[in-house]
Nanobody
């Protein structure tokens, strides 16, 4: 089992920044991949980006230049740095982990953290 606990969400004005954190209950080195997703109001959940313990974070093209994913492997924590936030970035942000089990994967989700971008 893997527990994921997100934190760092909140209300921010347009143009502002936030850093989300996701603390995993086990070593990141034991996880195949970590990711951030988001679900805007009334829309489907969408991928923000992915990262592994031994490779740089990869953010989807539409968010490159504003969002960055990183890890602190010793704290078992993955971060999402969000800059130049816009109202369309308003969403619940979820942390996700993949762990290898046999020939497949187990999926784990955090509870989500709300990010609201508004003046």
């Amino acid at each position: 089992q893997v527990q994921l606990v997100e934190s760092g969400g909140g209300l921010v004005q347009p143009g502002g920044s936030l850093r989300l954190s996701c603390a995993a209950s086990r070593s990141i080195f034991t996880l195949y991949q970590l990711a951030w997703y988001r679900q805007p109001p009334g829309k489907q959940r969408e991928l923000v980006g992915t990262i592994t313990s031994d490779s740089p974070g990869n953010v989807v093209d539409s968010l490159k230049g504003r969002f960055t994913i990183s890890t602190d492997n010793f704290k078992n924590t993955v971060y999402l740095q969000m800059n130049s936030l816009q109202p369309e970035d308003t969403a619940v942000y979820y942390c996700h982990a993949l762990r290898v089990r046999g020939v497949g994967f187990d999926n784990y989700w955090g509870q989500g953290t709300q990010v609201t971008v508004s003046s």
